[in-house]
């Protein structure tokens, strides 16, 4: 880390240059806003401090986002500027334009670098500020590490947590050895799923990256699961009853489960104040079915998540709310552990990737794989662990 930034700190200017907003301008050292200090007061958190000299030769202002909930104490010698989290309802905005800025480097052309590095900012949890000597360089990479962060840097690059350029400020570049960070576990989760497809025959690239890890997550609470589940329910049973020419009105559907008015999406609510919807949208709100046993399985309220190779028992999934006494359920509500949520996610986002080459490629899926059923489960999935921050209406399921 050392010999890697040492560059920044013998031409370090005077002029301060911090972490990256929104804002527009000719330079990439202009591009960045000096945002840190000035949000300091309200936001930071308590963390013991060693004087340092910013005015030193052997200075440098770090901003640090971290992809981990809880963090590690800062125990090398410091000067916190500012720390935040995703409560600060000026984050989000924030985070927004520091994806804007690494869009904008170089020729902004979308690489694989640079859409890696807009997803970690995407994943970011904590924001910190911060002055360090020189000689704690080694110490702050190795808490770089525990707590998966990347740094923005006085002259606008951004670098891995070993100090490699991740991306440069003036050409959008990538130093060689620099690294995306995954906590461990991911990399183990990931490594665990490329072996179990490969054991059945699926091989899959090396490129594909791991996914949200515990330290990362942000699981719906159980609550707001179990709320989305009735939404489901009901709007995939409106969908199926049309479709079978046995329609049941919405407005009994809503009058036998009240609750859900409480949890519909806004997509879901034009459905359902539809008298006659037309047959082109029935099936992407039949197909709600895979969706909602995600999330029973997620309740442990269905005993395993099958392999995607057949759709739901749709009885079964469709008695598991109707014959349920909603208020009681909510009473009780909890979540099978987030270890299992998260090896389901790294199967489906593989398996989804797999499925969308082979239908470039237009070839037939392997071991009976049913498309619609994973797409379905990695959408439900992806909504669980608050991908993108997105609601139901919003979910993305990229690969």
């Known amino acids: 880390m050392l010999k890697k930034l040492k560059n920044l700190i013998s031409g370090k200017s005077s002029a301060v240059v911090q972490a990256p907003s929104s804002g527009s301008a000719s330079s990439a050292v202009t591009e960045v806003a000096a945002v840190a200090t000035a949000e300091a007061s309200a936001n930071a958190t308590a963390v ?3 004087e340092i000299d910013t005015d030193s030769a052997s200075s440098i202002l770090i901003n640090a986002y971290c992809t981990c909930a809880q963090l590690p ?8 500027n500012s720390q935040r989290d995703m409560s600060d309802p000026e984050l989000h905005g924030h985070l927004q334009g520091f994806i804007g800025y690494v869009l904008k480097r170089g020729d902004g052309q979308m690489t694989h670098q640079r859409y890696h590095v807009m997803r ?17 360089l080694d110490a702050y990479s190795d808490w770089a590490v525990a707590t998966n962060a990347i740094a923005f840097m006085p002259d606008g690059d951004i670098r891995d947590p070993h ?4 991306l440069g400020a003036a050409d959008g570049g990538i130093e060689t050895g620099a690294t995306i960070p995954y906590p461990a576990l991911a990399w183990q989760r990931k490594a665990r799923t490329d072996t179990l497809l490969a054991e059945m025959g699926i091989q899959l690239p090396a490129h594909l990256p791991p996914l949200v890890s515990e330290a990362e997550l942000q699981l719906r609470p159980a609550v707001e699961i179990l709320g989305r589940a009735l939404a489901l329910y009901v709007v995939a049973l409106r969908a199926e009853s049309v479709a079978t020419n046995q329609p049941i009105p919405a407005y009994e559907l809503t009058d036998r489960f009240p609750q859900v008015h409480a949890w519909l999406s806004l997509v879901e609510r034009e459905f359902l104040e539809t008298e006659e919807p037309t047959e082109d949208i029935l099936p992407q709100f039949a197909w709600r079915y895979e969706s909602l046993y995600v999330l029973e399985w997620a309740l442990g309220l269905q005993e395993e998540l099958p392999f995607a190779d057949d759709i739901c028992d749709v009885p079964l999934t ?11 359920a909510m009473a009780k509500a909890k979540t ?3 270890s299992q949520i998260l090896d389901a996610l790294d199967l ?6 797999l499925v969308r080459q ?4 237009e070839e037939a899926l392997p071991l009976n794989l049913e498309a619609g059923v994973i797409y379905e489960r990695h959408y439900a999935l992806n909504w669980l662990v608050n991908f993108e921050n997105a609601d139901w209406d919003g979910v993305d399921t990229p690969t």
């Open 73 to 80: 104490p800062l125990n090398f010698p410091h000067k916190l």
């Open 336 to 338: 099978r552990p987030a």
């Open 120 to 136: 970690h900012i995407q994943r970011v949890q904590q924001h910190l500020s911060l002055w360090l000597d020189e000689s704690q």
């Open 318 to 328: 469709a008695r598991t709310i109707m014959n349920m006494d909603f208020e009681a």
């Open 348 to 353: 489906h986002y593989r398996l989804h990737w």
């Open 163 to 166: 100090g490699y350029v991740l």
């Open 48 to 50: 013991a401090e060693t």
């Open 358 to 361: 082979n239908r470039i490629k």
